[in-house]
């Protein structure tokens, strides 16, 4: 586990909601819990891919492809971001 | 190699040069360390290829998808090699009879503008093949393994080095996804992206004997991120400056997720 992974071991959604802004070009105020990730302007699945790959990096997980392609909110991500620490890291 | 592929291969050479290592090496290099440079990485990659082709020097070689000529030029210099190359692409042409005279390997370097589909090689007449990211672009597989395997000797060798979807699976979920399709019309013209079994199936069907499978797709993510940082710096008054960048930057979102980068190395032998 890196330092940076133990210093974000749990999933917080203030975290996700960041680090989904900053790649999407957004304002995270501008994001709420239940937003369609692709309903937002400028995102496209490049850079879903690009959030699923900061996620993995920042919280030392790997992401199953059903939980990569069918993400859709930041619910979701949360949910999903759970979800593998709890079977990558117990 | 379908003539759309030139759309993208016979822009400026001026263009390559602005971005690509000295050398115009328009595929993954080899990094050895954190302190490796794009061209100390794309003369790795050479060795690395002569290695698995197990070169001694002096071997016939030919280059299918032979860009500007990088290969052709480093095995005539460093291994005596008698070195073929072809491509659809005329422009790149031009430029590598211009290096073969100034570089005084005119004995050695041979190079021709013509479609895979439309060469027909000397039976037997190469001791290795060589297919760097070219296969991609020919959408008859199993014709152009077929070809490639008349061309070798008994005991020759292929390299053969692409990128794949990671997957079947990954393939029918992405295949027509705009970022794919901006990459295969958009930038290419044409291209397929196909999993490393099919080419594995594709090689086995041809009748080679596969020697080892390598995957180089970290290689390529660093190799990338070395040609949009030229490119930045480049500037976007360099024509066709965009697309390339938002093609760079969408295989670099892709390595391990979608894509693969995967060398391919085959014998015709028992």
Redesign the interface.
Same mark, same amino acid.
Do not use: C
């Given at each position: 586990m890196t330092s940076e992974a133990s210093t974000a071991a749990t999933p917080v959604p203030e975290t996700i909601t960041g680090i989904v802004a900053a790649i999407l070009g957004r304002d995270a105020a501008e994001l709420t819990p239940d937003t369609d990730l692709r309903s937002v302007e400028g995102a +496209?699945? !490049?850079?879903v891919?690009?959030i699923?790959?900061k996620l993995e990096q920042t919280y030392d997980i790997e992401l199953e +492809?059903d939980e !990569?392609?069918g993400l859709r909110t930041i619910d979701e991500v949360v949910a999903v971001v759970g979800r593998a620490l709890a079977r990558d890291h117990g | 190699m379908s003539a759309a592929t030139n759309q993208h291969y016979d822009l400026d050479p001026d263009v390559f040069a602005r971005f690509l290592d000295p050398l115009r090496k328009y595929s993954a290099g080899l990094f050895d360390s954190d302190t490796t440079t794009l061209e100390q990485a794309q003369r790795r990659k050479l060795s690395f290829v002569a290695g698995q082709l197990r070169l001694l020097g002096g071997e016939r070689v030919l280059d299918i998808g032979c860009g500007w000529g990088a290969l052709l030029l480093f095995l005539a210099q460093e291994y005596g090699c008698r070195t073929h190359g072809i491509s659809p692409a005329a422009r790149q042409h031009e430029y590598i009879a211009g290096r073969v005279a100034e570089l005084g390997l005119g004995k050695l370097v041979t190079n021709e503008a013509v479609p895979i589909e439309a060469y027909e090689p000397q039976p037997a007449a190469f001791d290795a093949v060589t297919m760097l990211g070219s296969v991609v672009h020919m959408p008859g597989l199993n014709d152009v393994l077929a070809k490639v395997r008349r061309a070798l000797r008994r005991g020759g060798m292929l390299y053969l080095s692409e990128s794949c979807f990671r997957s079947e699976a990954v393939r029918r979920a992405c295949d027509d996804r705009p970022g794919t399709e901006f990459v295969r019309h958009g930038v290419f013209g044409s291209g397929d992206l196909r999993p490393l079994s099919e080419l594995v199936a594709g090689a086995e069907s041809a009748g080679f004997s596969i020697r080892a499978v390598h995957d180089l797709t970290d290689d390529y993510r660093r190799t990338i991120d070395c040609w949009i940082g030229n490119l930045r710096r480049a500037g976007e008054d360099l024509p066709g400056a965009a697309d390339l960048l938002r093609y760079l930057e969408i295989a670099n979102a892709g390595w391990g997720y979608t894509t693969k980068h995967y060398a391919l190395v085959c014998a015709k032998a028992r």
């Open positions: +496209d699945s !490049i850079k891919l690009r699923v790959a +492809d !990569i392609f | -």
